[in-house]
């Protein structure tokens, strides 16, 4: 059974920092593209990084490119977010999401909250 | 931002057909890559309802079926019932420098 589990949300004030986890297992995580998308409370949908498999390649929306990062450890079947210099707008339900390749995302996590507040 | 426009409600009565459009650009489904449809309950992540434009993941009943056409795809949901109460979203790759991007989203109402 695939499962993909996220951790690290929480409060955190504008201009700090968080890091996201997702731990999954069921599949063989070298395998696949892996992503987060966030979900702003009541609004929609929002994809926000992407990384290949072996970790080489990472992509980022325009919304948080230069302070977002993610990485991955595949001896670890882990997924990483570091969000720095947080923002208000950044405040969210982040989600993981097991990718496949052009295909879209067929597996998600429950999902962990981000809130960026003072 | 979303790029793909969906209604943002509709709504049917038990057992009625509605369905649910996603129109995009040449930058994403009109440059011919696949469009894909999630479910999203109240309170819980979203989950993959078709795949491939047309495709239903095992368990997806055969309900829900996926179309689509030069810029635009749709979705659909025959013998609507109440359990399909949710907000629903279609995904498509893009040749832009964000690779991946949502729709607006669509909240179902069984009336």
């Known amino acids: 059974e695939v499962q993909l589990l996220e951790s690290g949300g929480g409060l955190v004030q504008p201009g700090g920092s968080l890091r996201l986890s997702c731990a999954v297992s069921g599949f063989t995580f070298t395998n696949f593209i892996m992503s987060w998308v966030r979900q702003p409370p009541g609004e929609g949908l929002e994809w926000v990084s992407a990384?290949?498999?072996?970790?080489?390649?990472?992509f980022y929306a325009d919304s948080v490119k230069g302070r977002f990062t993610i990485s991955r450890d595949n001896s670890k079947n882990t997924m990483y977010l570091q969000m720095k210099s947080l923002r208000a707008e950044d405040t969210a339900v982040y989600y993981c999401?097991?990718?496949?390749?052009?295909?879209?995302?067929?597996?998600w996590g429950q999902g962990t909250l981000v809130t960026v507040s003072s | 931002q979303s790029v793909l426009t969906q209604p943002p409600s509709v709504s049917g009565a038990p057992g009625q057909r509605v369905t649910i459009s996603c129109t995009g650009t040449s930058s994403n489904i009109g440059a011919r890559y696949d469009v894909h449809w999630y479910q999203q309950l109240p309170g819980t992540a979203p989950k993959l309802l078709i795949y491939g434009n047309i495709n239903r993941p095992a368990g997806v009943p055969d309900r829900f079926s996926g179309s689509k056409s030069d810029t635009s795809a749709s979705l659909a949901i025959s013998g609507l019932q109440a359990e399909d109460e949710a907000d629903y979203y279609c995904s498509s790759y893009t040749i832009t420098s964000t690779p991946y991007v949502f729709g607006t989203g669509s909240k179902v109402t069984v009336l």
């Open positions: 999401a097991k990718t496949i390749g052009a295909a879209g995302f067929d597996y």
């Open positions: 990384i290949s498999g072996s970790g080489g390649s990472t």
